[in-house]
């Protein structure tokens, strides 16, 4: 297991906000539990979660950022994941968690799947 971090900054205003970064495993498990704590108790319907610095992602990991998308979206808001690394796309992808690229022209590519799923990350919404 190596050494992961998890970081909260709900800032001023807009939504809800977390890092993580290196091997988010089960030695993060009480910094994920605070992280859904914290978001419970906040009045933010969306939440941004940046993945740039992330190295590996647990199934604890995971399980968190399904329970996040699930609550954000029970508030009428979504799960905004930033700085998405490649290799975690796929794993992302298949948990049913909407990852948006930025291609070439500016523009936001999804799949099919994922423009069921988060369509308001179609149509030149910022990643």
């Known amino acids: 297991m190596g050494t992961g971090d998890v970081v909260v900054d709900e800032g ?3 939504s809800f906000r977390a890092v993580l970064r290196g091997d988010v495993d089960l030695t993060c498990r009480e910094a994920l539990r605070r992280l859904l704590a914290r978001y419970a108790v906040c009045d933010r319907a969306g ?3 940046d993945l740039g610095d992330v190295t590996a992602l647990s199934s604890t990991a995971l399980s968190t950022l399904t329970l996040l998308d699930e609550e954000a979206r029970s508030r009428g808001g979504h799960l905004r994941l930033l700085r998405v690394p490649a290799d975690l796309m796929p794993v992302l992808s298949a948990a049913g968690l909407a990852v ?3 291609a070439e022209s500016g523009t936001i ?3 099919d799947l ?3 799923r988060a369509p ?3 149509g030149g919404a910022s990643p």
């Open 12 to 14: 001023d205003a807009g």
């Open 47 to 49: 939440v941004v979660v």
């Open 100 to 102: 948006a690229t930025l």
């Open 109 to 111: 590519r999804l799949s």
């Open 114 to 116: 994922e423009q069921d």
């Open 120 to 122: 308001h990350l179609v």
